[in-house]
């Protein structure tokens, strides 16, 4: 006997509400031979309509594999980002021969020094890089200028090297110490160009690294020989320098013609920044390992971590402190790159109080001070002076000596 449970008639579909685009289960293909003419509307089941499936799949597999690639591929841009605030303790270490003239004190606050990072970028990184605030990408000529990738490391080492020497020098002087200062040769950091260069000069002619060490005939064994002859010289004036390029030692005269300073227009220049080339004689050793950290940026930070090391109790007060900025011989703060970047990291670190150069640009310290929010002070500080005063506040220790005038 042929079930009748298997169709579905005319009447049943106007009569019950059945949606017959679903259970296959519920409706048969098939009828008997018994009931072909029985005038019955038999409704076959509507198969899942999937069109949409493989241009779906497609796409997936088109994002997933533009992800993957542009993750992979390298492109001529580079980040400033948020890198890591450290202490400086750690990395400090005196020799039998120092430890004979200084007793040592490490401190249960050390200070923390700053660092940003910037590395080459993958296409994503680029791209996701432009959408996080804390993340400045720079493309080739931003970061570099006119040097090469090879040419800025190995000034930024040099400066490292050099600004340890000059924190050293600062902070043993403060404590009573005979040390000196002197220049060393002038070396090419960066360049100084007008917006449309004329074909002599220095940016043009000259490389970031070059050594100079001769000025129109006359030989500048350092850079404090120079500066007395650029007041014989005007804008314009077409001098000879002798220059021992990077890496090589052999010797090269290049012409260059002498520009106008554009923060004085009455003051000649060559057209470069000089590197960071003093040189420093202390009574002992102190070493700073930095790694592969480059740049004078950590200058303030060495000079207080090493005054907090050689002198008893506690010179942040307990208080958990960072610093940026570059020292001078003078005990001068300079102004330094990335402070945005760096207060991130600071702020990740948990410090309660960051100085920073108070010569950087008010727009710069405003960023600073939306990124530290209410739990980090920022504090901006001119010289060592005013950092000194600023912890002595906070209940930090004072500095034996501390009345010597430099």
Not at 7 to 35: A, G, K, L, Q
Not at 47 to 67: D, E, Y
Not at 382 to 388: D, I, M, R, V, Y
């Amino acid at each position: 006997m042929t079930s009748r449970d298997l169709t579905v008639t005319s009447r049943t579909v106007s009569d019950m509400s059945i949606d017959t685009t679903t259970t296959s289960f519920s409706v048969s293909p098939e009828v008997s031979e018994e009931h072909k003419d029985d005038n019955q509307v038999v409704i076959a089941p509507r198969q899942r309509n999937m069109w949409w499936a493989i241009p779906m799949f497609t796409i997936v597999w088109l994002i997933t594999g533009a992800i993957i690639i542009s993750s992979l591929v390298r492109v001529d841009y580079w980040e400033v980002a948020p890198g890591s605030a450290e202490q400086v303790s750690p990395r400090l270490s005196l020799d039998n021969d120092a430890l004979q003239l200084a007793d040592r004190f490490r401190p249960k606050s050390p200070v923390l020094f700053v660092t940003a990072y910037g590395s080459k970028l993958s296409a994503l990184d680029a791209l996701l890089g432009t959408l996080d605030p804390d993340v400045d990408v720079l493309n080739r000529v931003q970061k570099f200028g006119t040097a090469t990738p090879d040419q800025q490391t190995t000034v930024g080492f040099k400066a490292m090297i050099t600004a340890k020497q000059i924190a050293e020098y600062v902070a043993l002087r403060r404590l009573g110490y005979e040390a000196s200062i002197s220049y060393g040769e002038l070396i090419i950091d960066r360049f100084v160009c007008e917006a449309e260069p004329r074909p002599l000069s220095a940016c043009l002619q000259l490389a970031v690294g070059d050594a100079i060490t001769s000025f129109d005939g006359i030989e500048i064994p350092t850079l404090a020989d120079l500066l007395p002859l650029m007041k014989n010289y005007s804008p314009g004036d077409v001098v000879k320098l002798k220059i021992t390029p990077q890496k090589s030692n052999e010797s090269i005269t290049k012409e260059v013609e002498l520009i106008a300073s554009p923060d004085d227009q009455n003051r000649t220049i060559i057209g470069v920044w000089p590197a960071d080339t003093r040189i420093v004689r202390l009574p002992f050793e102190i070493d700073i390992d930095t790694d592969q950290i480059g740049g004078p940026s950590a200058g303030l930070a060495f000079t207080l971590a090493v005054l907090d090391e050689l002198t008893p109790g506690e010179l942040t007060g307990g208080v958990k402190v960072a610093a940026t900025g570059t020292i001078d011989g003078d005990e001068t703060v300079g102004a330094i790159g990335a402070l945005r970047q760096k207060t991130v990291a600071v702020k990740a670190a948990g410090a309660k109080v960051f100085f920073v150069p108070s010569s950087q640009s008010a727009e710069e310290l405003e960023a600073a001070r939306r990124v530290a929010g209410s739990k980090l002070r920022i504090a901006p500080v001119a010289n060592l002076g005013e950092a000194l005063a600023i912890l002595r506040e906070m209940g930090g220790s004072d500095i034996s000596n501390d009345a010597i005038e430099l």
